[in-house]
């Protein structure tokens, strides 16, 4: 749009904006300490206003565009003073590199010395809008996490929704063209049921939303250059692998800590053998933690308080001895099961004089006793 002409035509005079009494001044021509005349003036402003109509003359049809928005109000004093404003400094706004140039520059842009110098060269400054070679590898490397972290993001939260909620943020894509193909394959069944109602019922609700979430999944892989996103994805990631390995060292503390207090106490894991016959001596092996010579060992049959009692520690312990060269000999007048007890505050001989020992017993560890007869062959050899 050509600017209207201060000039009112027949010689009038022009008007004197503060724009151009600034401009004056400052080319000397309107000194302060001058005195012009009227004519001289208006010649001056006449003169502006030729090189003005000028300029615009030959103004491109895209400049002509531009200013085709502007209303009437723009050729205020306000405006004017604007355009002839010399102190203002025009500054050349320069294009951030959108997705194209983060993918070419982080795919190829390493491997190719020569386009990364010649971009040095020609726009003085590195690809990526870097400032040196270092920010550019930099950019590159933290574009490619940002793409592969946004990728197991997506993958986690469309084909493992259920993990993904629980709090594992993060899965390496392994599976997924079966997982669209499951998700897509139960998305048309409840369309082809439920037609436009599969929205609003529950089980189409669980497949639509693993779509949505592999919609939004693309949407940010294809915005993964952006520094808020780089920074959301980092810290989650950092969170997610901060509680993954403090849950992962707080369980094997946990789990030594079991096992130190597991040793600490006394504890029959099993015996050898594992039968015995009625009225014939034999020795027992004890294998466990804890366990001494000296140590009283005892045993509690089955037919007896053991069969009804809820806990074997109530029960009385009979055919207590010590315990010597790691086990224990013993004769077993009845045919059983004996459930194997070990005294767990004493040991021999100050435990055979304690009026009350304490016994610890172990249902799991249990010896069979047997009559010799049941024996296979014995009455072949006792006839």
């Given at each position: 749009m050509r600017r209207r002409s201060t000039n009112n035509g027949g010689g009038a005079h022009g008007v004197l904006t503060r724009s151009r009494k600034k401009l004056m001044e400052l080319q000397g021509y309107l000194a302060k300490e001058r005195v012009i005349d009227d004519v001289e003036l208006d010649e001056y402003i006449n003169r502006l206003d030729e090189k003005i109509d000028a300029m615009?003359?030959?103004?491109?049809?895209?400049?002509?565009?531009?200013?085709s928005g502007v209303t009437d109000d723009d050729d205020s004093d306000s405006d004017e003073d604007s355009d002839y404003n010399p102190n203002r400094s025009s500054k050349a706004t320069s294009s951030r590199p959108g997705f194209v140039s983060h993918v070419f520059w982080s795919s190829v842009g390493p491997g190719l010395v020569l386009p990364v110098l010649y971009h040095r060269w020609s726009y003085s400054s590195y690809?990526?809008?870097?400032?040196?070679?270092?920010?550019?590898?930099?950019?590159v490397f933290v574009n490619w996490?940002?793409?592969?972290?946004?990728?197991?993001?997506?993958?986690?939260?469309?084909?493992?929704?259920?993990?993904?909620?629980?709090?594992?943020?993060?899965?390496?894509?392994?599976?997924?063209?079966?997982?669209?193909?499951?998700?897509?394959?139960?998305?048309?069944?409840?369309?082809d049921k439920y037609g436009r109602e599969c929205y609003t019922t529950s089980d189409c609700q669980f497949p639509l939303g693993q779509v949505v979430g592999a919609l939004v999944g693309l949407a940010l892989v294809a915005r993964f250059y952006l520094r808020r996103v780089q920074i959301v994805l980092a810290a989650l990631f950092l969170v997610h692998h901060g509680l993954q390995q403090w849950t992962t060292h707080l369980s094997v503390i946990l789990d030594t800590a079991a096992t130190f207090h597991a040793?600490?106490?006394?504890?029959?894991?099993?015996?050898?053998?594992?039968?015995?016959y009625m009225n014939e001596p034999i020795h027992i092996l004890l294998d466990g933690h804890n366990l001494h010579e000296g140590m009283l060992v005892g045993w509690v049959p089955y037919w007896s308080c053991s069969r009804e009692a809820a806990v074997l520690s109530d029960c009385p312990v009979d055919l207590v001895a010590p315990m010597k060269h790691?086990?224990?000999?013993?004769?077993?007048?009845a045919v059983d099961e004996y459930t194997v007890c070990v005294d767990k505050s004493a040991t021999a001989p100050a435990a055979l004089s304690s009026p009350t020992p304490s016994f610890a017993c172990f249902p799991e560890v249990?010896?069979?006793?047997?009559?010799?007869?049941?024996?296979?062959?014995?009455?072949?050899?006792?006839?």
């Open positions: 615009h003359d030959v103004m491109t049809w895209g400049d002509h565009d531009d200013d690809p990526l809008s870097s400032s040196s070679v270092f920010s550019y590898l930099a950019k996490a940002s793409v592969v972290l946004l990728v197991c993001l997506s993958f986690a939260g469309v084909c493992h929704t259920r993990q993904f909620l629980q709090g594992s943020l993060f899965k390496v894509p392994s599976e997924a063209q079966t997982c669209a193909f499951h998700i897509w394959h139960t998305l048309l069944n409840c369309v040793r600490s106490i006394v504890h029959v894991a099993s015996i050898d053998p594992t039968f015995a790691g086990g224990v000999t013993q004769t077993f007048p249990r010896l069979k006793v047997k009559h010799a007869q049941s024996n296979p062959g014995w009455s072949l050899h006792h006839q």
